[in-house]
């Protein structure tokens, strides 16, 4: 075994056996490369990868691969989910030097962690010639990598340093639409999302994109999001059987796709699919939510509280086994039920099979196959449910993937963020209840300065996502609840956020905290990818915190932030597009709709279950000295005070 056999991550414990000397992410590795004069291999994964996997028994496993690795470098393990921030700056140097980027991620870099040569994943002859290559280079021209990094380098800072720009600016309703129509220059009009294959679902930009076009008037974006929603729902890329989303589409249909199913995916799909309902109150958005929260609970929830990370596309090496049906499965399956109607429903033709399997996808409406093959709806549904049945039983006699178990912050705050929006969109108190809980929890994760919980341990470095995302699961609460506890957990985190992840210009934050100096460049995020930036997210919470505090520098660092990406998301509004969102909130005359009294809970549902693209709703029970509360309470009735921008109206008796 090598020195990963005591790390707590999966990923790291899945190479522990590996014949390759794996050094943890940490100093000993630094160290042991400047001693020796030696190149670092920093080669960076996650556990439900299925190229790492592919990686691994091809190259890692292989003693003559790790004889060539440990004679000529030191190698790190990292896992991404662990380190983030260590993932971004490599993963940036990577894209510049190959303009491609993915995972595996192995980066050749020099003692000092400054990159020279990337890839994702090789094969073992290709793997071991460049590996020969880099060494002979370092032995006979060792200025050469040197000069290199020294240029790569300079460009990632570039990457991570705050653009130019001329004084504030606030935002123009022309420069959202026009930024909503560049976004749908390239979209997808059939089947939804990108008009390119691999398909991501990209949540959170369709829930901005659904808010844009709300404020904006667009129908086209309105209808392209619910578009979108409706086929993924349907498609392979949402688990028929059980429920919860794969992480991608391998073709631009949403039917097959890479089987691994992440947390955050998860938690941002059903915040989006709450948010969707309360737009257009279609009761299919309702069933997916509830299905993949049942999924959540079913397979992914730790008992004391919590949910995984993830699980493997891979069961025993091969990649969907658990997720798919073989024909003769199938065949068991449909004994006794309308065959013809049930392979209509499901494309269980062999044309459409994927490696001689079947994964479950509907092309249209349950109502068109019910129509077609003459059954009432109530019939339909009857039959396609016993199918389902049947089919979880056929499932669970299969062999389980493998489970990232970390307990992830960020990732678990988004699922808060999910519940006060799925709370919102059904006025079930349950939901509610379930936020409160599950952000209780990983509060103890943030008390530790730590990033993930697993066995009893709070482990590796508090990032700024999570302190974003507990900022953002507090506001939701606070507003939900009208609980001053949740706004001082906002307070708290927003001042270790200022202490511990300012840049230099004071306007955007580092991912990384200042006490961390192990990684050559300290990443600052600010392109949105599937979970938005927590630079757009920090923009966010500041505009909030501004108008619920009452203190307007918040709000005047929130403008100066979207100031800073405002060229580049501009120029690129699908990668910027939660920093559109935070343009929305600044151009629109926010609005608050605070309502207060004995019964303000209740009489705030009728506010909360509207899609409010410019607004929140903020109740309160009680008495309050916070902002945006004080001398609005009365015991004695419930009244609605509504802020549009910087001014209130009269209370309303409600």
Known sequence: MNRLKNAASPYLLQHAHNPVDWYPWGEEAFHTARNQNKLLVISIGYSACHWCHVMERECFEDREVARLMNKHYISIKVDREEHPDVDQIYMDALQLMTGRGGWP?????????????????????????????????????????????????????????????????????????????KYLQHRDFDTGGSTRAPKFMMPMQLLDVLRLGVWAENKKAIDFVHLTLQQMARRGIFDQTAGGFYRYSTDAEWKIPHFEKMLYDNALLMELYAEAFKQSSNPMYLEVLQKTFN????????????????????????????????????????????????????????????????????????????????????????????????????RAKKPRPGVDDKVIASWNLMVVCALVSTYE??????????????????????????????????????????????????????????????????????????????????????????HDSLLFQRAVETEDNVIPSSNAIMAENLMLMGHFLGKPEYTERSMAMINALQQRAAEHPEAYYHWW???????????????????????????????????????????????????????????????????CRPPVLL
């Open 425 to 514: 969109a059904t006025s079930e108190g349950r939901w509610l209840e379930k936020a409160i809980d599950l952000a209780d929890f990983v509060q103890k994760i943030i008390d530790r300065h730590a990033h993930y919980y697993k066995n009893g341990q709070y482990l590796s470095r508090c990032l700024l996502d999570d302190l974003a995302q507990n900022i953002r699961a507090s506001l939701r609460l606070f507003a939900a609840t009208g609980d001053e506890r949740y706004l001082e957990r906002a307070e708290k985190c927003l001042k270790q956020v200022f202490e511990a992840h300012e840049t230099r210009d004071r306007i955007l934050f580092s991912n990384t905290p200042a």
């Open 295 to 394: 999924w959540l609970e079913n397979e992914m929830s730790k008992k004391e509280g919590g949910y995984y990370a993830a699980l493997d596309a891979d069961t025993d090496g091969e990649e969907g086994k658990t997720y798919t049906f073989t024909p003769k499965e199938i065949e068991k399956i449909l004994e006794g039920l309308p065959a013809d109607f049930l392979r209509d429903v499901y494309a269980l033709y062999p044309s459409e099979q994927w490696e001689g399997h079947y994964v479950l996808h509907q092309r249209e409406p349950l109502e068109s196959y019910a129509e077609k093959h003459q059954f009432s709806l109530n019939e339909a549904k009857f039959y396609r449910d016993e199918f389902i049945k049947r089919a979880n039983t056929t």
């Open 581 to 647: 969102y935070v343009y929305l909130m600044h151009a629109s005359e926010w609005k608050m709709y605070v309502i207060t009294g004995p019964s303000a809970h209740i009489k705030a549902m009728e506010y909360r279950k509207k899609f409010l693209s410019d607004g929140i709703v903020i109740s309160s029970q009680r008495p309050s000295e916070v902002d945006v509360l004080k001398n609005r309470f009365s015991s004695e009735v419930d009244r609605l005070f509504l802020c549009e921008g910087e001014s």
């Open 105 to 181: 991620l192995n980066i050749v870099a020099l003692p000092d962690g400054r990159p020279v040569w990337g890839v994702t994943y090789l094969p073992k002859k290709s793997w071991m010639s460049a590996l020969e290559q880099i060494a002979e280079l370092q032995k006979n021209n060792p200025n050469q990598l040197l000069e290199y990094a020294d240029k790569l380098s300079q460009g990632i800072s570039i990457l991570h340093s705050t653009p130019d720009f001329k004084g504030f600016h606030k935002p123009e309703r022309s420069e959202i639409e026009k930024a909503l129509e």
